[in-house]
């Protein structure tokens, strides 16, 4: 409930990065500090709570598969970033089947991002 009412509104900004409109300092500023920071805490909450959240895996995944897809630079690379971030910090904890959505979002990240 505090994740999808909550946190994940922080992160409505991803949404508007989608967009090729040019951002203002202050955007960038923002992605650059408090998204990074509060994306980067979200994946130590994970590691340190798997056993509890492992269920919030998947739709954070999914926002950072968003993000990482956006034609914001900035954005994209800070989610990247964010991804390797869990995947390093986290990824010893997972099991078969997350590794296995793991790998379909990859798939699905590099599809989507590849030029035709």
Do not use: R
Request: net charge negative; with cysteine; aromatic share 10%.
């Amino acid at each position: 409930m505090v994740y999808s009412g909550i946190l994940v509104p922080v992160f409505d900004d991803i949404q508007y990065c989608s967009s090729e409109t040019k951002k203002t300092k202050e955007e960038i500023n923002w992605i650059k500090t408090t998204c990074q920071n509060a994306l980067i805490q979200l994946c130590n909450l994970l590691n340190k709570k798997y056993d509890i959240l492992h269920f919030l895996l998947l739709d954070f995944l999914s926002l950072l598969n968003k993000s990482i897809q956006s034609a914001h630079e900035v954005m994209a690379k800070v989610s990247l970033a964010t991804l390797k971030h869990l995947i390093l910090e986290t990824g010893h904890k997972f099991d078969e089947e997350t590794w296995e959505n793991l790998a379909k979002a990859f798939a699905g990240l590099f599809t989507s991002t590849t030029p035709s």
